[in-house]
């Protein structure tokens, strides 16, 4: 029972290494083709992550660095002064405090240029600190705020344009050109509406005029009736 209470590994490292010696391992074959160690998936993945990033992340405008690790009793004008020094190009520089007020030893650094940062963090990240009790730590920011929109939008290639049509173009066209004309329409001067044409009379019958003859035969139909 009192195997129970070591550990797996001194479990592991007591057993009698003659198990071992019973192994034997097969002769390799000099016919064999040798052939380079796989890598672990999880080292090519990796790899292809860092690849995608080294793409994507563009450091032309990235001017930020923020230094760790800086001794708590160093002034602002020290740790200016020995950067402005060693690497130049120090446009301004910023200190973290606690809600005390005392420096955390984190400092932030804007430099006037991308080329500047990327010298500092590449000379002075992993640096040592007071004879070894310490390492710097640099980390470069990468804003993309600071990138201008003209390197960010590129022009749209003209086969592609040369597909996209116009969602209702030919209905938006007609609705512009209705407009227009209505516009047109009521800037124009109003003009008097025609005048109607009189209907023309008709002309009563002429009368036919009475031969002597005629008047009196009805003289004398007159007096007979009488």
């Known amino acids: 029972m009192a195997s129970l209470d070591k550990s797996l590994d001194d479990i592991i490292s007591s057993k009698p290494k003659k198990f071992a010696s019973k192994t034997k391992t097969a002769p390799k074959s000099k016919n064999l083709v040798s052939k380079k160690p796989v890598k672990p998936a999880a080292k090519v993945l990796a790899k292809a992550v860092q690849l995608k990033k080294q ?87 990468i804003d993309p705020s600071k990138r201008p929109l003209a390197s960010r939008i590129g022009e749209r290639p003209a086969n592609l344009a040369s597909r996209i049509k116009p969602v209702g173009s030919a209905k938006v066209q007609a609705a512009k050109a209705k407009l227009q004309a209505a516009k047109a329409k009521k800037n124009q001067p109003a003009q008097p509406a025609p005048k109607k044409k009189a209907a023309p009379k008709k002309k009563a019958p002429k009368k036919e005029k009475k031969t002597l003859e005629q008047l009196d035969q009805e003289m004398e139909d007159y007096f007979e009736k009488n």
């Open 55 to 141: 793409k994507i992340l563009d450091t032309t405008y990235a001017t930020k660095v923020v230094v760790h690790g800086l001794p708590r009793d160093l002034p602002i004008n020290a740790i200016k002064d020995f950067f402005q020094a060693q690497v130049g190009g120090v446009q301004n520089i910023a200190l973290s405090y606690n809600e005390r007020g005392q420096f955390k030893g984190i400092a932030t650094i804007i430099f006037k240029s991308s080329t500047s940062a990327a010298k500092a963090v590449e000379k002075y990240n992993g640096a040592p600190i007071d004879g070894g009790s310490s390492k710097l730590k640099l980390e470069l920011i």
